[in-house]
């Protein structure tokens, strides 16, 4: 997640200062790269299980029976779908307010590199919390912190104020997310982790193309400041339905 995060830094970077065209060609030429040494990984074996195995439908079933049984672990899909429903419509938002604000992809690009420098901050913070606090408290406050955030981003849509919140919304959503995992690792059988795991996933995907959908209806009608504050007001209520 580091190298990801890294990744997404070194992008925005990229796109900021040498342009579009160029960040394109160098992204094209990186996966030809990783083409190529792809087939170098070597995987450790391992023995095949024998016997029937469940299908994915059981699987999944197995894994709700067990959710259910516990209202933080019902919670945690729920705030998997507005997180990716919330990043999906910033997604879309945020580079059309930059190019009305004349910082075009240049300004998306720094936007993302800034954002990134907070996650990697927020992920080395949560290292260096470890055990001492429960889960639930930062999970807590990175809603808290991200809807504040987006209510910010609303009021103030300026490129300087976009750019400090992007640093802020980088670190809270890694205080949130991080934290969110290792709760849902500890309170679930290790036999179930994998069921417990694709529940949440599948959850929280369908929350980023139906924001895509609706958005793509409204984006022209409305100032970006409504998407921003109606992405904090979800959060904060997120907040609310977590503690």
Do not use: H
């Not at 170098?40 to 299980?49: N, P």
């Amino acid at each position: 997640q580091e190298a990801w995060l890294i990744g997404t830094l070194a992008g925005g970077v990229l796109v900021a200062t040498l342009g579009p065209p160029v960040a394109i060609l160098i992204d094209g030429v990186s996966f030809l790269l990783m083409a190529a040494l792809l087939p170098l990984v070597k995987l450790r074996k391992r023995e095949m299980v024998t016997g029937p195995r469940p299908s994915i439908f059981a699987d999944m079933r197995s894994g709700l029976r067990l959710i259910r049984r516990s209202r933080t672990l019902t919670l945690i899909p729920v705030i998997g779908l507005v997180l990716n429903g919330v990043l999906a419509l910033v997604t879309v938002v945020t580079p059309k307010l930059m190019e009305q604000l004349g910082a075009g992809a240049a300004g998306y690009g720094m936007f993302l590199a800034v954002e990134s420098v907070g996650a990697l901050l927020g992920g080395g913070l949560i290292a260096w919390l470890g055990n001492r606090i429960p889960a639930r408290r930062p999970s807590a406050a990175g809603l808290l912190a991200c809807g504040l955030i987006y209510l910010v981003m609303a009021r103030f849509s300026v490129y300087p104020v976009l750019l400090g919140c992007s640093l802020l919304l980088g670190f809270a959503f890694t205080v949130l997310n991080v934290p969110l995992n290792t709760l849902m690792q500890s309170m679930a059988p290790a036999t179930y982790l994998g069921r417990m795991f694709g529940v949440p996933g599948t959850v929280s995907t369908l929350g980023m193309p139906i924001t895509l959908l609706l958005v793509s209806l409204l984006l022209d009608r409305y100032p970006a400041g409504l998407f921003f504050a109606c992405s904090g007001s979800v959060m904060l209520a997120g907040c609310l339905a977590w503690v």
